[in-house]
């Protein structure tokens, strides 16, 4: 059986907190704001195994509501989530992901990104693959306050 999932999230850019993608603390002059640590990405990918696997979203599984989850770490988050799809039999076939942001270009953290994705999931960096976009200084993306990730995944059991 193979099962498709798709996740997104969107978190606002602040002064004085990092921006980090996939685990990647990336430099910048803003960074997510979250009750989580804020990375976009990893919160994006959650929801999609969820997705594919029909084990509910990122919100039910860490509630914001909880203070236990405050200024928690989203590679630990997004392990547990993964741990639990993967206790239901799933495996990874491959991870497509598109992060929109106006600035920084990450082109250059794409591959360390890759690599700690790879790493927190235990597959091979070759079945991720991460694209960064702008927002073409249209709308909230383009204006710089807010960065955006899409993700979408295939498993296999
Ligand atoms: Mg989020």
């Given at each position: 059986m193979i099962r498709v999932g798709l996740g997104r999230d969107v978190h606002r850019l602040v002064e004085g907190r990092r921006f980090l993608l996939g685990g990647v603390a990336i430099p910048s002059d803003k960074g997510e704001m979250g009750?989580?640590?804020?990375?976009v990405l990893a919160h994006a990918v959650i929801d999609a195994f969820l997705g594919a696997a029909g084990l509910g979203d990122i919100g039910e599984l860490?509630?914001?509501?909880?203070?236990?989850?405050?200024?928690?770490d989203s590679m630990k988050l997004l392990k547990a989530a993964w741990d639990t799809v993967r206790d239901a039999g799933w495996r990874l076939s491959n991870l497509d992901c598109v992060v929109s942001a106006e600035?920084?270009?990450l082109l250059p953290y794409r591959g360390d990104i890759r690599v700690s994705l790879a790493q927190a999931l235990g597959?091979?960096?070759?079945a991720i693959f991460v694209k960064g976009k702008t927002g073409?200084?249209?709308g909230s993306i383009g204006e710089g306050l807010a960065v955006e990730a899409l993700a979408v995944c295939l498993l296999e059991r």
């Open positions: 009750h989580s640590d804020g990375d860490f509630p914001p509501s909880d203070p236990k989850w405050r200024d928690a600035k920084p270009k597959v091979p960096p070759g073409e200084g249209l």
